[in-house]
């Protein structure tokens, strides 16, 4: 069983920046590919970026350039480091990870970006 737990979300203005903490329980952390997700009003959820166990990182088209995903093996969280943010990043942000064929999500945090 795998647990995720989110924080760092909130209210910034347009060009502001935040970072995402998805810590993890459990001693797999280091051998799982996690990802950051989010979930817009009346949209499905979309990947925005994830980290494998080498520390590859992939980026949805829209975050590129602007989004930072890391990990910290020795704290068993993964984070997320937004910059440039743009009212279209509003949504809730979800971490996740896989693990013995079963999916893990987080509870979301909730980012609003708003003059």
């Known amino acids: 069983q795998v647990q995720l737990v989110e924080s760092g979300g909130g209210l910034v203005q347009p060009g502001g920046s935040l970072r995402l903490s998805c810590a993890a329980s459990g001693s797999i952390f280091s051998f799982v590919t996690m990802g950051w997700y989010r979930q817009a009003p009346g949209e499905e959820r979309e990947l925005v970026a994830k980290?494998?166990?080498?520390?590859?990182?992939t980026y949805t088209d829209s975050v590129k350039g602007r989004f930072t995903i890391s990990r910290d093996n020795a704290r068993n969280t993964a984070y997320l480091q937004m910059n440039s943010l743009k009212p279209e990043d509003t949504a809730v942000y979800y971490c996740?990870?896989?693990?013995?064929?079963?999916?893990?999500w987080g509870q979301g945090t909730l980012v609003t970006v708003s003059e």
């Open positions: 996740r990870t896989d693990w013995n064929s079963a999916l893990y």
């Open positions: 980290i494998g166990s080498s520390g590859r990182t």
